[in-house]
């Protein structure tokens, strides 16, 4: 059986008291976290597949659904799973435009959200030409929809097989990239990347029953239930991680005794930050694990203070994509660069020869040299949604399979080590040399008063000038001597990077480099 949702019906059997999910609900007068067991959890999407099957949210059937983490969304992501629904994945805050962009491509026949989500549908027009059905979740139906309750209600009337045998090529989604370096583009995920997916979670993580993690990043979270983990949905706005208050965040650690947490590099430096400032220790957590962008050593030194002895810092790399490619425990982190460590079981790494054109074959670098990361295992996605020329240029068609362009630069050392140079898209071409953000940037972190830099190229009187930008309060004759020896020598000063809104980590460097064409230095 190859529908991942036959992790879920295998925990319900054998623990179906076993907490799956506690949910915080709550305002601004209080609340409290609500309770969902495996098999309160099996039961509840076993009716919500026969329900949606019963409206015409079937097999293949592209779905949109935009509902926020908590049991509605687990038993709906896994309901849609088990009637073998595509769910279609975006995220929230990638902007009205894109949105609308990438709804239009997905083309989806069904839409499931929360009332506001249904608002925006209507007026700004979204999928209006191809969506059929709607099913509204925490509110009444509109525009003649069903609401989720009236789905489970129909589900619980019928008695049909949930468990659709699925193919391993199968589309079980279609997830939008967050679009921080483009225009988001729709990956298709089959039954067999999920499937994969989960077994290299297990092996590197050494992640599964009696695992509490602590979800910041919900599409991560939807693997806790295939894994047998329990999952804390704390108070936090998902769409704006960097905002969550720290406090509440340890206030769940301490209640529900976390043991795995998962965030962005961003929000663990705010987490980081106040567990020190308040000398406060976290001895549960087993395992921290930070993905969507590089974490710094520092970071992971400070954060170290504040666990246990035997506790585990962990940095998986990799892309909607193609997830998980490599790992790096906090303990290998260097100041020389950035590591991303070995590559993963079943996953092959190279690097090639740095080019914007279209590739056909996997030609090796000798070891050391920079080139662009590329990728081959079950984790990588064979395609993008209806875009065949994103898809040409993304992915090798080489006589040893599939492999993925990872858009990124960097090199293997002698030990098979994978460092990150930068994003491909991202480098700074001049007439005899080509920068890369990672090196070049790591020449100015340290100076007193940066708080952060960013290379990016600008076009003045015909030719590509190197800047840094800085936000902070460096001294600027400091900066220059530092820069001169490698003929760097402009500077601008940025009020706050602008950064992408799924990890509030990685810095939007075109809308920099937009910004800096528009100075005077």
């Known amino acids: 059986m190859h529908n991942i949702a036959v992790t879920l019906c295998e925990r319900a059997q054998q623990h179906p008291h076993a907490i799956a999910v506690h949910e915080w609900h709550g305002g601004l007068l209080g609340g409290g976290y609500s309770t969902l067991t495996y098999g309160e959890l099996d039961r509840d999407s076993d009716d919500l597949a026969r329900g949606l099957t019963a409206i015409g949210i079937g097999r293949g059937v592209r779905t949109v659904l935009m509902v926020p983490p908590g049991p509605d969304f687990f038993a709906l992501a896994f309901g849609m799973a088990k009637a073998g629904v595509v769910p279609v994945l975006v995220d929230p ?8 962009t990438c709804l239009e491509e997905a083309a989806p026949e069904a839409f499931i959200a929360v009332p506001r989500a249904h608002l925006a549908r209507v007026l700004l027009g979204w999928g209006k030409h191809t969506i059929r059905t709607s099913v509204t979740v925490g ?25 659709v045998p699925v193919e391993l090529d199968e589309t079980a989604a279609i997830l939008f990239t967050s679009g921080s370096t483009g225009v988001p583009k729709g990956v298709v995920y089959t039954h067999g990347n999920f499937g994969e997916q989960v077994r290299s979670l297990r092996r590197i993580s050494h992640l599964g029953e009696q695992e509490v ?12 239930p295939a894994l047998g983990m329990t999952t804390i949905v704390p108070p936090m706005d998902f769409a704006r991680p960097i905002t969550a208050n720290p406090r509440k965040l340890v206030d769940a650690i301490f209640r529900f005794g976390v043991t795995n947490l998962f965030c962005s590099p961003a929000l663990l430096g705010v987490l980081t930050r106040w567990l020190v400032e308040n000398d406060v220790h976290v001895p549960s957590i087993r395992r921290v694990i930070s993905a969507g962008a590089p974490v710094s050593l520092a970071l992971v030194r400070a954060l170290a203070t504040r666990l246990a002895r035997a506790a585990k810092i962990l ?16 303990h290998e982190l260097s100041a020389e660069g950035i590591c991303l460590g070995h590559a993963v079981p079943g996953v092959q790494v190279a690097i090639v020869e740095v080019t914007d054109a279209p590739l056909t074959d996997v030609r090796r670098l ?4 920079i080139g662009e990361i590329v990728v081959h295992g079950d984790v990588v996605t064979h395609s993008y949604f209806r875009r065949p020329e994103s898809t040409a ?24 080590r994978l460092w990150f140079y930068g994003r491909k898209s991202e480098r700074v071409v001049l007439d005899d040399r080509t920068l890369y ?9 340290h100076v007193p008063g940066v708080e952060r830099v960013a290379l990016v190229g600008v076009q003045r009187d015909g030719t590509t000038q190197p800047v840094m930008c800085i936000e902070g309060n460096a001294d600027v004759a400091v900066l220059r001597a530092i820069g001169e020896p490698h003929r760097l020598t402009t500077f601008l000063f ?3 990077f602008p950064v992408d809104t799924r990890h509030n980590a990685k810095i939007r460097r075109h809308e920099l480099a937009r910004w800096a064409e528009a100075q005077r230095p």
Not at 213 to 224: K, V
Not at 315 to 330: D, Q
């Open 437 to 445: 953000t990672v090196p070049t940037e790591a020449l100015f972190e």
């Open 93 to 100: 805050g990638m902007g009205t435009q894109n949105l609308r």
């Open 366 to 369: 000798p070891t050391g040299e």
């Open 393 to 416: 240029l993304a992915k090798i068609c080489a006589p040893d399979g599939l492999w993925h362009r990872m858009g990124d630069v960097g090199r293997l050392d002698v030990d098979g």
């Open 213 to 224: 993690n602590l979800t910041t990043f919900p599409p991560f979270a939807l693997f806790d």
């Open 494 to 496: 940025h009020p706050g």
């Open 315 to 330: 940095t998986p790399y990799g892309a909607t994509e193609a997830l998980p490619v490599s790992l790096v425990a906090g």
């Open 139 to 163: 509110g009444a139906g509109l525009l003649g929809g069903h609401t989720l309750d009236e789905v489970r209600a129909i589900g619980r009337d019928r008695t049909e097989r949930t468990l």
